[in-house]
């Protein structure tokens, strides 16, 4: 699940995914950011490329 996040997006804005302070990927945003810390399960960030 998301454990943080830094800045501000609406669903549908383009989102880089990082892990251990390394970009894993980007993808498209399907919930808004608070939405994504308080949920435990569901789709967050629909991934379009991997690092």
């Known amino acids: ?3 943080s996040y830094d800045g501000h997006w609406v669903i549908g804005d383009q989102v880089v995914i990082k892990q251990n302070g390394k970009v ?8 808004n950011p ?7 399960r569901g ?5 379009r490329h991997h690092a």
């Not at 894993?24 to 919930?31: D, E, N, Q, T, Y």
């Not at 789709?43 to 991934?47: D, M, Q, S, Y």
């Open 43 to 47: 789709l967050a960030v629909e991934v």
């Open 24 to 31: 894993s990927g980007v993808g498209i945003a399907r919930m």
């Open 34 to 40: 608070e939405e994504m810390v308080s949920m435990g």
């Open 1 to 3: 699940g998301v454990k």
